[in-house]
Nanobody, 122 residues
């Protein structure tokens, strides 16, 4: 069973930066992604990355501000979040797909982390 452990959340002021990490216990995935869920809102796909090749995709709401990278040697992915806005406040979840399509659709993912809170103050 693949396990995902997120870290790096916290409280930051608007315009600040945070880096989220997600460590995978195994390499039995081909795509890994970040989703987020704000209170009272549905889950939103943020970014995906292919384990081989590193092709990334981003939601329009984070393009130009977030960067997703993978370190295959460490089975760890990193989401660098810059110029954060209050609307980025949410619980961020790491998700992995055993045979995914590298899309921002939560049903495509088989494994989920426990989530990490990101709070951006005005």
């Amino acid at each position: 069973q693949l396990q995902l452990v997120e870290s790096g959340g916290g409280l930051v002021q608007s315009g600040g930066s945070l880096r989220l990490s997600c460590a995978a216990s195994r390499t039995t995935f081909n795509v890994i992604a970040w989703f987020r869920q704000a209170p009272g809102k549905s889950c939103e796909g943020v970014s995906t990355i292919a384990r081989r090749g590193g092709t990334t995709k981003y939601a329009d709401s984070v393009k130009g501000r977030f960067t997703f990278a993978i370190d295959n040697n460490k089975n760890t992915v990193y989401l660098q979040m810059n110029n954060l806005k209050p609307e980025d406040t949410a619980v961020y979840y790491c998700a992995a797909a055993a045979n995914g399509q590298n899309i921002l659709f939560e049903d495509d993912y088989d494994y989920w982390g426990q989530g990490t809170q990101v709070t951006v103050s005005p």
